[in-house]
């Protein structure tokens, strides 16, 4: 399959929907704990074994995407949104016979390995082309469909609830809740697959400014720069604080304002949470708009530097007011969304936009290691402070000092970034336009 | 490049896509949102 070439007259606005369409989808992942009680009782699971599917999707999106994004970008859009398509769609229809004939076994196969891939593949397929056709844009661009990611847990958890609702959670009703989801969803990712175009040639599209040929980087040289591993400390760093957040939200303001005269109720901190998702999800495409203004070195220093002084507010003052307790959580949720969605931007004005699908791609490692290290590090410290007797905030107060010492070091990294020696460009693509380009985004570092 | 593809402002046909592509994505996605405030309201009313 060649890459789509957009016809004359076509327009660039298609393309963020095309994009969307498979994010909203495959952003599915992120409920998954919706099947998860329904599975536990039907198929008499335990809860670790029922989060399995899950964690093996997880592990296939890093996996895949980083080992496939250079046959996204050789193949094109297109290819890798059917690759998509197909697979996250096949894991849902694997799913339904594993239900119906209670072999636990192929949903973790269906679920976790084979809609694993069409997670990975999915994720980087749009970012390349919306890099391209939005070269005077590329944070908003690429905010818009990293922001769909975010919504699609918000679609698929009340849609996939109602579903089991109405077919029952036995056996019979989850296989049938999975063969919907199967369908549905491949119908709703096939407009993205005939959206979706590349375009004519390289260059700017309406509007943009006129240099966006430059200096190039390939994956394969990517990789053996210290730039690429500085952002992969940057990217961890900061989706590790945000994991940080996220993973005890519900539990964590229940406890800072257990002994106070207004204490959080359950229902409360449900509410808590779902703010939360909406901070992730504004963040995606708000702080990744302004990072086009204000540029990627820039937006990084406040996700990380402001973060840090969130998360020191919140370990000082967090439990002596609630507003302020809520506000800081809510601008460190902005900020760990703003710096999934501002990434692949930053990595396009390093490396260029030869192959930053593929970088991209083999950069979501980062998301793999920081989605076991933030877990792990406040689950733990959490603990350690229970078996010590302590209650209320103070059991967090280790966990928020290790968050605010890890965005430190996530600051250190992105300070140390640098534009990309020459001896790493693709030979040719030097040209004086891409080095003024270089330092009107990035003048500290010039 | 894309100077041919969208300097032109796109023709009624393709206005019609771009509106039927985004409610495509928007009205799954408003709902989702929909289901959110619902739920976050839960935090200054529960």
Redesign the interface.
Known sequence: MSPPV?????????VP??A??VH?SIGQAYAWSVFKPPLESALGLSGTQSALPFQLGIVMLGLSAAFGGTLVERRGPRWAMTVALVCFSSGFLLSALGAATEQYWLIVFGYGFVGGIGLGIGYISPVSTLIK?FPDRPGMATGIAIM?FG?GA??A???SAQMLDSFGTGNTGIALAFLVHGVTYAV?ML?GVL?VRV??????????PAAVTGPQVSARSAVRTPQFWLLWIVLTMNVTAGIGILEKAAPMITDFFADTSAPV????????V??L??ANMAGRIGWSTTSDLIGRKNIYRVYLGVGALMYALIALLGDSSKPLF?LCALVILSFYGGGFATVPAYLKDLFGTYQVGAIHGRLLTAWSTAGVLGPLIVNWVADRQEEAGRHGSSLYGTSLMIMIGLLVVGFVANELVRPVHPRHHVPGTDTPQEAADDRREQPESA | ????????P??PG?RG??TF??L??GV??G???Y???R????????
């Open positions: 957009a016809p004359p007259g076509w327009s660039r606005w298609l929907p095309a969307l369409s909203l056709w769909g919504g918000l679609i958890s009340p849609w709703f407009l959206l375009p004519r040639t390289e260059g700017p599209a309406a509007g943009a109720s359950a229902t409360a901190a449900a509410g808590f779902a703010l998702s909406a809520v | 490049m894309t100077g041919e593809n969208s300097q032109s796109p023709s393709r896509l771009i592509a985004w495509w994505v799954p996605l709902y989702g949102l289901e959110l405030v739920k976050a309201t839960q935090l200054f009313t529960g």
